[in-house]
């Protein structure tokens, strides 16, 4: 084994990349290099390096085109010019559709047939050839700097590369980091190999988001920015609490209980309906555990949200009432075509249904998918789970209850 090929090596380990991939960034720094001292801007340089050797071998490489004439390439070009000052005009950029009929030759990387017969006789349109180059010494000291900017670049954007890859196959899941620093509305996160951004529309007020800390956080999306990957995170999600669900409760992860619908007030309430076809198995049950178990490490991981479980069912009715649990519902009548629901309830269970600010009422209109009219029987009061309460009035005395 040669130096080269040991100190590619030595990288690959380091910077966790394929040596494929490091071979494919020399020979791409080489041709630059080559382009430097010895080629032009007109042509399309492929290099072959042996690290064992240190040969190396460079081609033009040109697809084979139709002829065009240089008065049609000409017109074609003064054409061009017309109707993109005609968009700049229009404040708008030119369409590829709008350009489709204009004939186009690109010399860096196209060669016309008479052109292609010249250094290949056989050649016709659609042929790629690779026209062997000449290498008449060393590089100078300006062509090597630029392998070397180039190889630099390039292993950056091969890392980048890399950890974006690892990262975008894990959106939708759950990623456990540490709170490096609040600035401002948002909160970064350190992953090791990259940081993700909590914005503030995506925390939970109740979390305490200290330097240090270590918590779960759902990833919302990965995208490939100019400095790097961006991953956006969320702990005010209701995947959040899905995710965090199938990690602790393995009848959810093998897929024997499934969760039906999650509403979520982060930080203080969610509601999660579940459901399974196998009789044996109590869905509500399998989740709260033994003795409260599951459920509580569930609680606890979300600093202490209170968590509903509610048994989904096909009977929007039956739906309904489980979803205003834990208030007892005395009747339910359903508007199929407005999809609202009507729901009487006893006068001692009225606040409890509403729910601080009526949260309770809120989720479960969320959760089912109807709008919930909430009325006592006992009185005249009536509530629509899509009036915004005002803070203090109605349903504040359930929040003890409810809490």
Known sequence: ????TKAIQILCDEKNLSYEAVMETIETALAAAYRKDFGNKQQNIKVKFDPETADMKAWDVKTVVEDIAEDVL??????????????????????DEETADLPRFNPKTELMLAAAKEVDKKAKVGDVLEITLEIP???GRMAAQTAKQVIIQKIREAERNMVFGDFKAQEGQLLVGTVQRVEGRKVLVDFGKVS?????????SRDNYRPGARMKFYVLSVNMGQRGPEISLSRSSGKLVEEIFKQEIPEIESGVVKIKGVARDAGYRSKVAVQTDDEAIDPVGACIGQRGSRINTIIEELGGEKIDIIDFSEDAVS?????????????????????????????????????????????????????????????????????????????????ETNE
Request: proline share 2%; net charge negative; aromatic share 4%.
């Open 319 to 399: 739906y309904i009432s489980k979803a205003l649990s834990p208030a007892k519902v005395a009747s339910v009548e359903l508007n199929t075509g407005e999809k609202t629901a009507n729901v009487s309830v006893a006068s001692d269970q009225f606040s409890l249904a509403i729910g601080r600010n009526g949260q309770n009422v809120r989720l479960a209109s969320e959760l089912t998918g109807w709008k919930i009219n909430l009325k006592d029987l006992g009185g005249e009061q009536e509530i629509s789970s899509d009036e915004i309460l005002p803070e203090g009035t109605v349903g504040e005395e359930a929040e």
């Open 1 to 4: 084994m040669s130096d080269i």
């Open 137 to 139: 010494g060393a590089f």
């Open 74 to 95: 000409l017109a074609a070009q003064e054409e061009m010019t017309k109707r993109r000052e005609k968009a700049k005009e229009e404040n708008r950029e030119l369409t």
């Open 196 to 204: 993700g951004v909590l914005f503030g529309d995506n925390q939970v």
